[in-house]
């Protein structure tokens, strides 16, 4: 290691600190911009929201022509609309540069003041090493939000479901009359949203009907199968296990069951 060496890898130290100094600022510059001019764009978006209707008659109006024809108007409304999405781009870019350039610099010179061997001898490896660790940070993120989702969702479902375990509410009794939905819940505190389904569906199968189906079509397959299998009307060994079994899915399907399969789904 020559005395040349050592003030070249000084050199270049010092001149990746100074780029790194002025990226920073200006990735500052630009995060501060596209995060104000965003914040406007969504706050605006909130205000139209908020009049409903009476934005939408507005704009089939002689406003709505003003605002179409008005080349300042069209240029602001394009402006807050573009520039967050060119903003956010120029942020990514402009740390791409930073870290492909300065790597490199800081890389360069200590492979020459102190005789370590560089990372990589392409200067372009050093940009797809911020790429590689841009996705990665990217999926761990988006990883962690759907584990949050799934756990909050999951929470929400246990609420709903109260604190009981499967627990039905009772046989037949009554055989004088049937087609009332009792409102039973089916409630359940540990069981998984598998569970839910999984008896959702057998009910469904139990009544013959679609695991779509809605509130009514559920009500006149119960009151047809009910009507097959009352005892009173159906001598058969099993009418009275089978009925049984058609009252108890049909308890389940209420329509806040029918909601939450739907979101489960």
């Known amino acids: ?10 050199t270049l130290f010092y001149i990746g600190s100074g780029m790194e100094f002025v990226l920073r600022i200006l990735i500052a510059i630009m995060s501060f911009v596209t995060n104000i001019i965003d914040s406007l764009a969504k706050s605006l978006l909130a205000i139209l929201g908020m009049g409903g209707c009476m934005f939408f008659f507005l704009m089939a109006g002689p406003f709505g022509l003003y605002v179409l024809f008005n080349p300042n108007v069209m240029a602001t409304l394009l402006f807050l609309v573009l520039f967050p999405k060119i903003g956010k781009g120029l942020v990514f870019y402009l740390s ?24 990589h001898k392409n200067f372009s490896a050093y940009g797809r090493d911020y790429i590689n660790e841009w996705e990665e940070k990217r999926r761990k993120e988006q990883e962690e939000r759907q584990r949050q989702q799934q756990k909050q969702w999951e929470e929400q479902f246990k609420q709903w479901q109260g604190f009981r375990g499967y627990q039905y509410s009772g046989g037949y009794g009554n055989y004088g009359g049937y087609g009332q939905n009792s409102g039973y819940g089916g409630g359940y505190g540990t069981a998984s949203v598998s569970d839910f389904r999984n008896q959702y569906e057998k009910s469904c199968d139990v009544l013959g009907v679609s695991y779509t189906s809605d509130a009514s079509q559920i009500k006149s397959s119960y009151r047809k199968k009910a009507k097959e299998y009352h005892p009173d009307i159906n001598k058969s060994e099993n009418a009275t296990k089978m009925f049984q079994k058609i009252n108890e899915a049909y308890e389940f399907l209420t329509e806040e069951n029918i909601s939450r399969y739907k979101q489960a789904a």
């Open 1 to 10: 290691m020559n005395l040349i060496d050592r003030v070249y890898g000084k």
């Open 96 to 119: 791409y540069l930073k870290h492909m350039i300065t790597e490199y610099l800081f890389d360069y010179s200590d492979s020459l003041t102190k005789g370590k061997s560089m990372k």
